[in-house]
Nanobody, 110 residues
């Protein structure tokens, strides 16, 4: 069963950038659909974006600021987040296949 470890979260000011990483334990990493979600205590879990083969899809709220990519050689999924806003504050989760990571906290101060 694939294991996922997210990293790269932190506390930044509005306008800053962060890159989240999601390292997977399984070599068949690139055979799975992958996605990022985020959640705050006040909201339901929100879809951020997905990557399947070479096709990406990003939610309207982030599509002009975030990008998703992967490094198959390192079994790692990335979420590059630019021009961060306070409303991007959340715990970010990566999903590979049906496996969820534990999440990484992103906090954006105004």
């Amino acid at each position: 069963q694939v294991q996922l470890v997210e990293s790269g979260g932190g506390l930044v000011q509005a306008g800053a950038s962060l890159r989240l990483s999601c390292a997977a334990s399984e070599r068949a990493f690139n055979n799975y659909a992958m996605a990022w979600f985020r959640q705050t205590p006040e909201k339901e879990r929100e879809f951020v974006g997905s990557l399947r083969w070479s096709r990406t899809y990003l939610a309207d709220s982030v599509k002009d600021r975030f990008t998703i990519s992967r490094d198959n050689a390192k079994n790692t999924l990335f979420l590059q987040m630019n021009s961060l806003k306070p409303e991007d504050t959340a715990v970010y989760y990566c999903v590979v296949g049906i496996k969820w990571g534990r999440g990484t906290q992103v906090t954006v101060s105004s």
